[in-house]
């Protein structure tokens, strides 16, 4: 899938905002490929894969695009 950074916390986690979709999903810094937490900026374009947590929708194997 793809999307755009929305939001980056400095706890190391943050929020996409997904094509097509009125709900940001959360991803953590552990799930990032490629690419280090410091280095991601808002509005960059990601490409992830959703999975399902025990708190709803996540995002991993987040990477720039």
Do not use: C, W, Y
Not at 15 to 26: A, H, N, P, Q, V
Request: glycine share 10%; no cysteine; aromatic share 10%.
């Amino acid at each position: 899938m793809n999307g755009t950074i929305k939001t980056l916390k400095e706890q190391g986690f943050g929020f996409i905002s997904r094509e097509g979709e009125t709900r940001d999903l959360f991803f953590h810094s552990k799930e990032l490929k490629g690419v280090t937490f410091d280095e991601l900026k808002v509005g960059d374009n990601v490409t992830f894969e959703v999975i399902e947590t025990e708190k709803g929708p996540a995002a991993t194997n987040v990477s720039r695009a």
